[in-house]
Protein backbone atom coordinates (compact mmCIF):
# COMPACT_ATOMS: atom_id res chain seq x y z
CA UNK A 1 0.00 0.00 0.00
CA UNK A 2 1.39 3.23 -1.28
CA UNK A 3 -1.77 5.69 -0.52
CA UNK A 4 -4.48 5.66 1.74
CA UNK A 5 -7.24 7.97 2.88
CA UNK A 6 -9.25 8.08 6.10
CA UNK A 7 -12.12 9.55 7.35
CA UNK A 8 -13.08 9.40 10.57
CA UNK A 9 -10.12 9.94 12.31
CA UNK A 10 -10.69 11.78 15.03
CA UNK A 11 -12.87 9.52 16.24
CA UNK A 12 -12.37 6.21 18.75
CA UNK A 13 -12.18 3.80 16.00
CA UNK A 14 -11.04 6.12 13.37
CA UNK A 15 -8.01 7.83 15.32
CA UNK A 16 -6.47 3.92 15.99
CA UNK A 17 -6.96 3.27 12.23
CA UNK A 18 -4.88 6.71 11.54
CA UNK A 19 -2.62 5.10 13.83
CA UNK A 20 -2.09 1.47 12.26
CA UNK A 21 -1.59 2.68 9.39
CA UNK A 22 0.93 5.63 10.21
CA UNK A 23 2.85 2.16 11.74
CA UNK A 24 2.77 0.24 8.41
CA UNK A 25 7.07 0.32 7.65
CA UNK A 26 6.93 1.17 4.21
CA UNK A 27 5.20 4.38 5.73
CA UNK A 28 2.54 4.88 2.77
CA UNK A 29 1.06 8.35 2.44
CA UNK A 30 -1.83 8.88 4.47
CA UNK A 31 -4.75 11.61 3.37
CA UNK A 32 -6.99 12.03 7.08
CA UNK A 33 -9.85 14.32 5.77
CA UNK A 34 -11.32 15.87 9.16
CA UNK A 35 -12.90 19.13 10.05
CA UNK A 36 -10.60 20.39 12.56
CA UNK A 37 -6.91 20.04 12.53
CA UNK A 38 -5.22 16.01 13.32
CA UNK A 39 -2.72 16.32 16.41
CA UNK A 40 -1.29 12.79 15.73
CA UNK A 41 0.31 13.91 12.06
CA UNK A 42 3.63 11.89 10.93
CA UNK A 43 5.90 13.26 7.97
CA UNK A 44 3.92 10.83 6.12
CA UNK A 45 0.45 12.04 7.11
CA UNK A 46 -1.13 14.59 4.94
CA UNK A 47 -4.17 16.21 6.57
CA UNK A 48 -6.93 17.21 4.62
CA UNK A 49 -8.96 19.62 6.49
CA UNK A 50 -12.77 21.02 5.53
CA UNK A 51 -15.01 22.26 8.03
CA UNK A 52 -17.90 21.69 5.86
CA UNK A 53 -18.60 17.36 5.69
CA UNK A 54 -20.97 17.89 2.67
CA UNK A 55 -17.31 18.94 0.59
CA UNK A 56 -15.32 15.38 1.77
CA UNK A 57 -16.39 13.44 -1.43
CA UNK A 58 -15.50 16.11 -3.56
CA UNK A 59 -12.11 16.40 -1.88
CA UNK A 60 -11.64 13.00 -1.93
CA UNK A 61 -12.20 12.27 -5.62
CA UNK A 62 -9.41 15.13 -6.26
CA UNK A 63 -6.51 14.28 -4.28
CA UNK A 64 -3.17 15.17 -5.60
CA UNK A 65 -2.81 11.25 -5.83
CA UNK A 66 -5.33 8.40 -6.21
CA UNK A 67 -5.57 6.74 -3.13
CA UNK A 68 -5.51 2.37 -3.43
CA UNK A 69 -7.16 2.42 0.06
CA UNK A 70 -10.10 4.25 1.73
CA UNK A 71 -11.45 3.71 4.87
CA UNK A 72 -14.24 5.18 6.50
CA UNK A 73 -14.66 5.24 10.53
CA UNK A 74 -17.11 7.47 10.18
CA UNK A 75 -20.25 7.95 12.64
CA UNK A 76 -21.97 10.24 15.38
CA UNK A 77 -24.72 9.29 17.99
CA UNK A 78 -28.45 11.20 17.50
CA UNK A 79 -27.13 13.37 20.71
CA UNK A 80 -24.80 14.82 19.03
CA UNK A 81 -26.42 15.54 15.46
CA UNK A 82 -29.33 16.51 17.44
CA UNK A 83 -31.74 14.16 15.83
CA UNK A 84 -32.04 11.27 13.87
CA UNK A 85 -32.87 12.42 10.33
CA UNK A 86 -29.11 14.52 11.28
CA UNK A 87 -27.58 11.22 12.46
CA UNK A 88 -28.50 9.73 9.30
CA UNK A 89 -27.27 12.51 7.34
CA UNK A 90 -23.73 11.66 8.14
CA UNK A 91 -24.05 8.17 8.95
CA UNK A 92 -25.97 6.85 5.97
CA UNK A 93 -26.12 10.13 3.47
CA UNK A 94 -22.44 11.06 3.68
CA UNK A 95 -20.63 7.61 4.39
CA UNK A 96 -22.08 6.65 1.27
CA UNK A 97 -21.58 9.65 -1.51
CA UNK A 98 -17.56 9.17 0.27
CA UNK A 99 -18.29 5.52 -1.15
CA UNK A 100 -19.14 6.69 -4.34
CA UNK A 101 -17.00 9.20 -4.64
CA UNK A 102 -14.17 6.39 -3.70
CA UNK A 103 -15.55 4.80 -6.78
CA UNK A 104 -15.59 7.59 -8.90
CA UNK A 105 -11.99 7.67 -8.07
CA UNK A 106 -11.27 4.77 -9.40
CA UNK A 107 -10.20 3.39 -5.30
CA UNK A 108 -9.45 -0.36 -5.13
CA UNK A 109 -9.90 -1.00 -1.88
CA UNK A 110 -13.33 0.49 0.55
CA UNK A 111 -12.98 -0.42 4.40
CA UNK A 112 -16.21 0.36 5.85
CA UNK A 113 -16.37 0.08 9.98
CA UNK A 114 -19.97 -1.03 11.00
CA UNK A 115 -21.25 -2.74 13.63
CA UNK A 116 -22.27 -6.24 14.51
CA UNK A 117 -25.91 -7.48 14.24
CA UNK A 118 -27.43 -4.73 12.01
CA UNK A 119 -29.86 -5.56 9.30
CA UNK A 120 -31.93 -3.09 6.56
CA UNK A 121 -34.93 -5.13 8.35
CA UNK A 122 -34.62 -4.47 11.61
CA UNK A 123 -37.15 -2.71 13.53
CA UNK A 124 -34.73 -0.72 15.30
CA UNK A 125 -33.86 3.05 13.34
CA UNK A 126 -30.06 3.02 14.02
CA UNK A 127 -29.68 -0.82 13.11
CA UNK A 128 -31.86 -0.51 9.92
CA UNK A 129 -29.47 2.67 9.11
CA UNK A 130 -26.88 1.10 9.23
CA UNK A 131 -27.73 -2.20 7.21
CA UNK A 132 -28.72 -0.15 4.28
CA UNK A 133 -25.33 1.62 3.95
CA UNK A 134 -24.05 -2.32 4.45
CA UNK A 135 -26.30 -3.32 1.74
CA UNK A 136 -25.75 -0.11 -0.46
CA UNK A 137 -21.98 -0.41 -0.18
CA UNK A 138 -21.78 -3.99 -1.11
CA UNK A 139 -23.72 -2.89 -4.72
CA UNK A 140 -20.71 -0.32 -5.51
CA UNK A 141 -18.54 -1.56 -8.00
CA UNK A 142 -15.34 -1.52 -6.12
CA UNK A 143 -13.31 -4.42 -6.34
CA UNK A 144 -12.07 -4.47 -2.89
CA UNK A 145 -14.91 -4.16 -0.23
CA UNK A 146 -14.48 -4.43 3.17
CA UNK A 147 -16.93 -3.98 6.26
CA UNK A 148 -16.03 -4.58 9.74
CA UNK A 149 -18.54 -5.51 11.86
CA UNK A 150 -17.26 -5.34 15.71
CA UNK A 151 -18.87 -6.08 18.97
CA UNK A 152 -19.00 -2.91 21.44
CA UNK A 153 -16.49 -0.82 20.90
CA UNK A 154 -13.69 -1.17 23.92
CA UNK A 155 -11.76 2.24 24.71
CA UNK A 156 -12.04 5.79 25.97
CA UNK A 157 -13.93 8.25 24.04
CA UNK A 158 -13.68 12.54 23.90
CA UNK A 159 -17.39 12.55 23.97
CA UNK A 160 -19.59 10.69 26.84
CA UNK A 161 -22.16 8.04 26.03
CA UNK A 162 -23.58 6.76 29.25
CA UNK A 163 -25.30 3.42 28.50
CA UNK A 164 -21.67 2.48 26.40
CA UNK A 165 -19.68 3.44 29.34
CA UNK A 166 -21.64 1.28 31.38
CA UNK A 167 -21.35 -1.95 29.10
CA UNK A 168 -17.61 -1.08 28.53
CA UNK A 169 -17.57 -1.34 32.71
CA UNK A 170 -18.97 -4.46 32.66
CA UNK A 171 -16.77 -5.59 29.66
CA UNK A 172 -13.44 -4.72 31.47
CA UNK A 173 -14.67 -6.48 34.90
CA UNK A 174 -15.23 -9.39 32.71
CA UNK A 175 -11.88 -9.12 31.18
CA UNK A 176 -10.24 -9.26 34.14
CA UNK A 177 -11.53 -12.54 35.03
CA UNK A 178 -11.13 -13.84 31.33
CA UNK A 179 -11.01 -12.05 28.30
CA UNK A 180 -11.20 -14.58 25.54
CA UNK A 181 -14.40 -16.56 27.25
CA UNK A 182 -16.15 -13.52 28.56
CA UNK A 183 -15.52 -10.36 26.86
CA UNK A 184 -14.02 -11.29 23.57
CA UNK A 185 -17.01 -12.61 22.04
CA UNK A 186 -19.09 -9.17 22.26
CA UNK A 187 -17.29 -6.52 22.80
CA UNK A 188 -13.30 -5.44 21.38
CA UNK A 189 -10.77 -2.96 22.02
CA UNK A 190 -10.41 0.16 19.04
CA UNK A 191 -7.12 -0.23 18.68
CA UNK A 192 -7.58 -3.89 17.54
CA UNK A 193 -10.69 -3.17 15.45
CA UNK A 194 -8.40 -0.16 13.88
CA UNK A 195 -5.10 -2.63 13.22
CA UNK A 196 -7.98 -5.27 11.73
CA UNK A 197 -9.32 -2.53 9.31
CA UNK A 198 -5.71 -1.98 8.32
CA UNK A 199 -4.39 -5.62 8.34
CA UNK A 200 -7.59 -6.28 5.99
CA UNK A 201 -6.64 -3.39 3.48
CA UNK A 202 -3.02 -4.52 3.63
CA UNK A 203 -4.17 -8.14 2.17
CA UNK A 204 -6.79 -6.36 -0.27
CA UNK A 205 -4.06 -4.35 -1.50
CA UNK A 206 -1.12 -6.39 -1.57
CA UNK A 207 -3.15 -9.11 -3.97
CA UNK A 208 -3.73 -11.77 -0.99
CA UNK A 209 -7.23 -11.27 -0.99
CA UNK A 210 -9.46 -12.14 -4.10
CA UNK A 211 -11.74 -9.63 -5.35
CA UNK A 212 -15.41 -9.36 -4.00
CA UNK A 213 -17.07 -8.42 -0.97
CA UNK A 214 -15.51 -9.09 2.69
CA UNK A 215 -17.65 -9.18 5.83
CA UNK A 216 -14.84 -9.37 9.01
CA UNK A 217 -17.22 -10.22 12.04
CA UNK A 218 -15.47 -10.19 15.90
CA UNK A 219 -13.83 -13.43 15.73
CA UNK A 220 -11.77 -12.49 12.38
CA UNK A 221 -11.19 -8.79 13.72
CA UNK A 222 -9.27 -10.37 16.72
CA UNK A 223 -7.48 -12.56 14.16
CA UNK A 224 -6.46 -9.90 11.80
CA UNK A 225 -6.04 -7.14 14.95
CA UNK A 226 -3.69 -8.92 16.55
CA UNK A 227 -1.43 -10.42 14.01
CA UNK A 228 -1.01 -6.71 12.17
CA UNK A 229 1.57 -4.29 13.24
CA UNK A 230 0.20 -0.80 15.56
Known sequence: MNTAALVGCTGLVGSQILSALQAIPQKPTIYAIARREITSATPNTKPVIEPNSADWPA????????????????????AQAGSFDAQRAIDYDLNLALANAAKDAGIKTYVL???????????FPYMKMKGELEDAVKALDIPHIVIIKPGLLLGKRQD????????????????????????DWW?????IIGRAAVAAALECSEGRREKGVWIAGQSEILSLGRQAPG
Open 113 to 123: ISSGAVSAKSR
Open 160 to 183: LRLAEAALQTVAKGLGTISKAWLT
Open 59 to 78: KLKNLATTPEVFLSALGTTR
Open 187 to 191: AQDAD
